[in-house]
Nanobody, 122 residues
Framework: QVQLVESGGGLVQAGGSLRLSCAAS????????MGWFRQAPGKEREFVAAIRWSGGSTYNNDSVKGRFTISRDNAKNTVYLQMNSLKPEDTAVYYC???????????????WGQGTQVTVSS
């Protein structure tokens, strides 16, 4: 069992940056792939980025490539999403997720956080 708690959301102007954090509880955190998803008002939840348990491989949604970076610190049981050059269309609730593998997490994550709101003003 893994519990996930996101933080770091807020209001930022277009072009600005935010760093989201996701603190995980549970002794098996380091064995899970971790990911970030987002859901904008009136839209379905979409995959943003994922990182394997070792941190050695990551992949991102094309819409955030070159702007968002996912990383993790297994010693702190925390995964991060650094978001730069933010755009109004990045406005959404951002969710942290944990899954059994990098391949599966984009489609079938096993655990979810409660989400944190990110609002980008123009």
């Amino acid at each position: 069992q893994v519990q996930l708690v996101e933080s770091g959301g807020g209001l930022v102007q277009a072009g600005g940056s935010l760093r989201l954090s996701c603190a995980a509880s549970g002794r098996t955190f380091s064995t899970y792939a971790m990911g970030w998803f987002r859901q904008a008002p009136g839209k379905e939840r979409e995959f943003v980025a994922a990182i394997r348990w070792s941190g050695g491989s990551t992949y991102n949604n094309d819409s955030v490539k070159g702007r968002f970076t996912i990383s993790r610190d297994n010693a702190k049981n925390t995964v991060y999403l650094q978001m730069n050059s933010l755009k109004p269309e990045d406005t959404a609730v951002y969710y942290c997720a944990a899954g059994p593998s990098l391949v599966l997490i984009a489609t079938t994550p096993r655990y979810w956080g409660q989400g944190t709101q990110v609002t980008v003003s123009s």
